[in-house]
C-alpha cells in the first residue's frame, strides 16, 4: 500500500475515518471472523486521534493561561518566564496539530478554564487576575498557530483591547 493516507496528514480524522469503517464492516460483513472485538478495535483507534486533540486543547489552554497571567502581573521577568513557556507549548502544538483540529477547538470553553487556573496560580502569591478581562477568549487558534506568533505582542493587543472598554 504505497498511496498516502490521512495517518501522517491528520490523525484526527484518519482515526474517525478508520473507526467508523471497521463499524461499518463489522455490521455489513457477517462474514468475518468473531475473534476480534470490533466495537473495541474501532474506539482504540479512535482514541488516538481524540488523544492528540485533547493533548493540542491542553497546550492551547496553558498559553491562555500565561497570557492572563501577564496580563494580570506586571513583572517583566514573569512575563518573560511565561512568553517562555508559552513558546514551548506553541511549539508541542505545531508538533501534534492536524488541519482539523484548529476547527474543533472550542476557545471560549479553553478561555474560561483557562481563567480559573490563572487565578489560582496567582492566588498562591497573593495576587489576582486581571480585572475586566474579556469573558470571550480575545485570541484566536489560528493567531497562536500562525508563523511569528509573538507572545508579548499577543499581550499588548488585549491588554489594549481592555483599555478600549
Not at 476547527?103 to 487565578?119: C, N, P, S, V
Not at 474579556?134 to 484566536?140: D, G, H, L, N
Amino acid at each position: 500500500m504505497n498511496r498516502p493516507t490521512l495517518y501522517d496528514d491528520d490523525i484526527l480524522e484518519w482515526s474517525e475515518d478508520q473507526a467508523a469503517a471497521l463499524r461499518r464492516l463489522a455490521q455489513t460483513r457477517h462474514d468475518l471472523s468473531n475473534e476480534l472485538d470490533w466495537e473495541h478495535v474501532a474506539e482504540e483507534i479512535e482514541d488516538v486521534g481524540r488523544s492528540e486533540f485533547a493533548t493540542v486543547q491542553s497546550l492551547t489552554r496553558q498559553i491562555l493561561i500565561h497570557l492572563i497571567k501577564a496580563l494580570s502581573v506586571s513583572d517583566r521577568q514573569l512575563i518573560l518566564m511565561w512568553r517562555k513557556e508559552a513558546l514551548a507549548f506553541r511549539g508541542d502544538i505545531l508538533d501534534r496539530a492536524s488541519p482539523s483540529m484548529p476547527r474543533r477547538i472550542d476557545m471560549d470553553m479553553l478561555w474560561r478554564r483557562a481563567m480559573e487556573q490563572a487565578e489560582a496560580d496567582l492566588a498562591v502569591y497573593g495576587q489576582t487576575v486581571a480585572t475586566l478581562l474579556p469573558k470571550t477568549c480575545p485570541v484566536a487558534i489560528r493567531d497562536i498557530l500562525a508563523e511569528g506568533f509573538d507572545f508579548i505582542a499577543a499581550v499588548e493587543t488585549v491588554r489594549k483591547q481592555i483599555e478600549q472598554k
